[in-house]
């Protein structure tokens, strides 16, 4: 493994990469001469990752481990609220810190979490799956889901810290090594050609993406947060393929089968690739060259509902603007473009050619 390389992502986030990071941890923790520390884990990451973890960091201070079941129902205000009793009850305080080791549901739903208890609590990541790792850990955005909206509640709170141990995807199933790259076709596909043709190069079934390639997805997000963290504009283009896929996963959250974020997202993203013909100008042979990589990676991925569901979901998405639905497009592979209003008949439209409406 390579030697970790620590650099300011910006005033607050450093990222630490492989076996180093745990050394790295080690000091932060000390210097930060903390009260407790709450672990949160699901169930995987706690048998799987979290005896690795304790055992790379030795000495420490008083420590609690949050458990919560694994999958994106966990995101939800119940668990949350459960979560805050806990943490009242075990006394955590101002000087407690948080770490939240496993998927981005847990980034997610433990940057939350710390960023309200006490009105915020200092919190380290580190990410267990490919997605959480490329995309969910890094950003600052945390929150839960509302009903079938994603992310309805939450905050911007950047972790003091990311710890990205690709180890810890040894024991990752393959459909989330699979759901994770879709966020890294994305990062190719909003912001670097280059970086695409390496990925759809690259065989997924059958390997795990490198370090390398995982801390150039990272850069490109953070390129892009670093002009606008709080996405009052150009953060939106991270969004590509998320105002469909996020509709497809909510309402596939409501099946006896969920899709994965990832597998969601690369519905979304065929599907937002027919708008971005329609409206940014994207060429037809790109777009044929976009749409037959998903639906060779994510060929038994497939979801049916009516338009109507879809549309309500569709219409509650945080990109809108009052009654205009506001999408992140693609003008070219490496380019995105943010903010587009598309008309209801089109997205209905494009839907159909994705064939997603029941
Ligand atoms: N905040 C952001 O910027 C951002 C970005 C992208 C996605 N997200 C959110 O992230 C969530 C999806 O994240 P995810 O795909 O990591 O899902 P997840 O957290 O549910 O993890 C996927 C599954 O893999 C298991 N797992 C995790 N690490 C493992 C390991 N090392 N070994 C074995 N099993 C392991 C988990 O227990 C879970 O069952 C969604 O809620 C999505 O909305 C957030
Ligand atoms: O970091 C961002 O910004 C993103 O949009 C990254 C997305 O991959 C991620 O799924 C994010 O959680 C979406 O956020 P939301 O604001 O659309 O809920
Ligand atoms: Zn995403």
């Known amino acids: 493994m390579k030697k970790a390389i620590r650099y300011l992502v910006n005033d607050k986030n450093l990222i630490w990469f492989g076996e180093n990071a745990f050394s790295h941890l080690k000091t932060f923790i000390a210097k930060g001469d903390y009260s407790s520390i709450f672990f949160v884990v699901d169930e995987n990451t706690h048998d799987l990752c979290l005896p690795y973890l304790l055992q790379s960091l030795g000495d420490l201070p008083r420590c609690e481990v949050l458990e919560v079941e694994a999958g994106e129902d966990t995101k939800s205000p119940e668990v949350l609220v459960q979560l805050w009793m806990v943490m009242s009850e075990l006394q955590a305080d101002r000087h407690s810190l948080v770490i939240n080791l496993g998927g981005g549901v847990i980034t997610d739903l433990g ?3 710390a960023g309200t208890y006490m009105r915020g609590l200092p919190f380290v990541n580190i990410p267990t799956s490919l997605l959480a790792m490329v ?4 950003g600052g955005k945390n929150g839960i ?3 079938h909206y994603k992310n309805r509640i939450g905050l911007f709170q950047n972790p003091e810290a990311v ?8 024991t990752l199933p393959e459909e989330e090594v699979r759901s994770g790259f879709a966020e ?5 596909l909003i912001a670097d050609a280059e970086y695409w043709k390496e990925l759809i190069e690259f065989d997924i079934a059958e390997e795990v993406p490198t370090e390398e390639m995982i801390r150039k997805s990272i850069a490109i997000k953070q390129e892009v947060i670093d002009k606008d963290f709080r996405e009052a504009g150009p953060r939106k283009v ?3 393929g998320h105002t469909i896929g996020h509709a497809i996963e909510s309402l596939s959250l409501e099946t006896d089968s969920p899709l994965l974020h990832g597998e969601a997202i690369a519905l979304g993203m065929i599907t937002e690739t027919h708008l971005s013909q329609k409206y940014a100008a994207l060429s037809d042979p790109e777009a044929e060259e976009i749409r037959s990589v998903f639906e060779e990676i994510y060929q ?3 979801f049916l509902a009516k338009a109507e569901d879809l549309m309500e979901v569709i219409q509650g998405d945080k990109k809108n603007r009052g009654d205009e639905l506001r999408f992140t497009l693609i003008t070219q592979i490496g380019n995105g473009v943010v903010d587009v209003p598309v008309s209801k008949e089109d997205i209905i439209e494009a839907l159909k050619l994705t064939k997603i409406l029941a």
């Open 145 to 147: 889901n509302l009903a």
């Open 135 to 138: 995309d969910a850990s890094n």
């Open 184 to 188: 890294m076709l994305k990062h190719g």
């Open 238 to 240: 991270l969004n590509f």
């Open 300 to 302: 038994d991925v497939s």
């Open 111 to 113: 940057g939350f979490l």
């Open 163 to 170: 710890c990205v141990i690709p180890d810890f995807l040894e």
